[in-house]
């Protein structure tokens, strides 16, 4: 079946450090791969996505690479505010048993930056 | 726009009521989801529908009840639910259900108490 590991957090960063939050997968077809964020309270925003291998994704700053040779989605940003502090999920989108695609979530990081 | 809109934002229902929480997108989308999302926990998937028909159950309690009106709404009935059922249900949508790169946008969730 399909997987997603994630780094175990809290991660705490100052404010402009780099980050990096390791994401490895297991699929068994050939799968998208999504960072979602969720701000305290709010709900599930699409940060960036990579839909083949090579691919990179970016948004605000945010990148990440889809490395089939490693099942690696890992997700950097070269220097980090407090507004980034959130919880972050690694996902994969793949194909069901019933022909439709469904997100296999990580079990998410938790950032805090500090000023 | 990307947006998912979701009612009400926070519920509050005894065990013996029967609620619904309501999903609205206007993206064209034919895919539409309901997940469950614990503290501190990643989303869980409930249900897919797709092109207005139900094609995913993930094996949910006959107590909550989906509905797709039409190709814009979703609906999620709610009764005689137990206090394990509070947590944040969140709506989501995509253009298919079965589409490679699918992104599938999420709304800001209702938050439901089972007291």
């Known amino acids: 079946g399909n997987s997603v590991t994630q780094m175990e957090g809290p991660v705490t960063l100052s404010e402009e450090a780099f980050l990096t939050i390791n994401c490895t997968y297991t699929a068994t077809g050939y799968p998208s791969l999504f960072w979602y964020v969720q701000y305290p309270g709010e709900g599930l925003q699409l940060l960036l996505k990579a839909t083949k291998a090579d691919d990179k994704g970016s948004n605000k700053g945010f990148e990440a690479t889809y490395r089939k040779e490693t099942t690696s989605f890992h997700l950097e940003k070269g220097s980090v505010q407090v507004s980034d502090s959130a919880v972050y999920f690694c996902?994969?989108?793949?194909?069901?048993?019933?022909?439709?695609?469904?997100?296999?979530f990580g079990s998410g990081t938790r950032l805090q930056v500090q000023p | 726009d990307t947006e998912v809109t979701q009612t009400p934002k926070h519920l509050v229902m005894g065990m013996t009521n029967k609620k619904s929480l309501k999903c609205e997108q206007h993206m064209g989308h034919r895919a539409m989801y309901w997940y469950k999302q614990k503290a501190k926990k990643p989303p869980e998937l409930m249900f897919v529908y797709s092109y207005e028909k139900l094609s995913i159950n993930e094996s949910v309690p006959s107590r909550f009840s989906p509905e797709c009106p039409n190709s814009s709404l979703l609906n999620l009935h709610l009764h005689a639910l137990q206090p394990e059922d509070s947590a944040l249900y969140l709506c989501a949508s995509s253009q298919r259900a079965d589409g490679d790169g699918n992104t599938i946008y999420f709304g800001e969730g209702s938050w439901l108490t089972v007291v």
């Open positions: 996902a994969l989108s793949d194909l069901t048993d019933t022909g439709r695609r469904a997100l296999t």
